[in-house]
C-alpha cells in the first residue's frame, strides 16, 4: 500500500507535482523541478521502481493507478 504523503514529499512537493495520472498500471507524474524527486523516499513512501526522464515520473503502482491517482489528487486539493 502506498503511503500519500510520502509520495507526494517524494515527488518534491506538492508545489512541485504539475499533474498526476493513471494509466493502466501506472501514475504518470510531470514535475517543475525533476531534481527535487527523491527516490529513496519514494521507495519509503511504497514505489518500488521509479522511471525517470526529464520531468516525467513513471511509478508502476498494478490495476489500482487510476484509483492512486484519483487518491493523491484529492490529497494535493485538485
Do not use: F, K, W
Amino acid at each position: 500500500m502506498l503511503q500519500l504523503n510520502t509520495v507526494i514529499a517524494g515527488l518534491g512537493g506538492a508545489n512541485n507535482i504539475r499533474d498526476i495520472t493513471g494509466c493502466i498500471t501506472r501514475l504518470r507524474c510531470l514535475v517543475h523541478d525533476p531534481q527535487r524527486v527523491d527516490e529513496t523516499l519514494l521507495q519509503a513512501g511504497g514505489c518500488t521502481d521509479i522511471r525517470r526522464s526529464g520531468d516525467r515520473i513513471q511509478i508502476p503502482v498494478g490495476l489500482e493507478a487510476e484509483v492512486i491517482a484519483d487518491q493523491l489528487n484529492d490529497a494535493l486539493g485538485r
